[in-house]
């Protein structure tokens, strides 16, 4: 399978890099900046350089793509964006036009919540993943749009994954499993157009 993983230097991302490249996939890795990619990936890897606000470049990385994974973040601003919305629906359109269907997207559980129930600060970042899931929802693909608790810096541990919840399955989720989940559940139709709740037990 090829897959491209945007968001692929991130925390999670990382992961989902790996995860694919342990289960013998093509990977290619959509970055900014090719020096986040630590050096024993970047030759297991197809380094593609680009922005995903730049629908061009988002197309280019998506061609000849099986499937597609999601991992945008903020590094840690909290700032008021728009950007991982707006990537999101380049990507989208790009698959619609190439005809990629699965698509795992990394979002939050704080998308569970009512929205006064959300933590003051992350509103501004919640308000961008409410964007990015009407955008996946509302999109013809095999999307499957995973609603992660907080994101540690774990080791791989069980993991608990519910199919449209109502709430969160646990209080935190392993960056590795969570990677890995993205990349898994590429191939399981079981998932597709799905929110999925996933939690370390």
């Given at each position: 399978?090829?897959?491209?993983?945007?968001?692929?230097?991130?925390?999670?991302?990382?992961?989902?890099v790996e995860a694919a490249i342990k289960k013998g996939y093509q990977v290619r890795a959509f970055v900014?900046?090719?020096?986040?990619?630590?050096?024993?990936?970047?030759?297991?890897?197809?380094?593609?350089?680009?922005?995903?606000?730049?629908?061009?470049?988002?197309?280019?990385?998506?061609?000849?793509?099986?499937?597609?994974?999601?991992?945008?973040g903020t590094r840690n601003s909290l700032e008021p964006t728009s950007d991982m919305s707006e990537g999101?629906?380049?990507?989208?359109?790009?698959?619609?036009?190439?005809?990629?269907?699965?698509?795992?997207?990394?979002?939050?559980?704080?998308?569970?919540?009512?929205?006064?129930?959300?933590?003051?600060?992350?509103?501004?970042?919640?308000?961008?993943?409410?964007?990015?899931?009407?955008?996946?929802?509302?999109?013809?693909l095999n999307w499957i749009a995973v609603f992660p608790p907080h994101i540690a810096d774990e080791p791989?541990?069980?993991?608990?994954?519910?199919?449209?919840?109502?709430?969160?399955?646990?209080?935190?989720?392993?960056?590795?499993?969570?990677?890995?989940?993205?990349?898994?559940?590429?191939?399981?139709?079981?998932?597709?157009?799905?929110?999925?709740?996933?939690?370390?037990?």
């Amino acid at each position: 399978m090829k897959i491209v993983i945007f968001g692929s230097t991130g925390m999670t991302g990382l992961c989902a890099v790996e995860a694919a490249i342990k289960k013998g996939y093509q990977v290619r890795a959509f970055v900014r900046d090719e020096a986040r990619m630590p050096a024993e990936l970047k030759d297991k890897v197809e380094l593609f350089v680009g922005n995903v606000l730049e629908p061009d470049s988002v197309a280019d990385a998506i061609d000849g793509m099986d499937g597609v994974v999601v991992a945008l973040g903020t590094r840690n601003s909290l700032e008021p964006t728009s950007d991982m919305s707006e990537g999101t629906k380049n990507i989208i359109e790009s698959m619609r036009a190439k005809n990629v269907k699965p698509l795992s997207v990394c979002l939050s559980a704080f998308l569970f919540y009512e929205p006064e129930k959300v933590p003051p600060r992350f509103v501004d970042l919640n308000e961008d993943h409410k964007r990015m899931y009407e955008a996946v929802k509302d999109s013809p693909l095999n999307w499957i749009a995973v609603f992660p608790p907080h994101i540690a810096d774990e080791p791989s541990r069980e993991v608990t994954v519910t199919i449209n919840p109502t709430s969160s399955p646990g209080r935190s989720i392993s960056k590795r499993d969570l990677g890995t989940f993205l990349v898994e559940s590429l191939s399981e139709p079981k998932y597709f157009k799905s929110v999925i709740g996933i939690a370390n037990k």
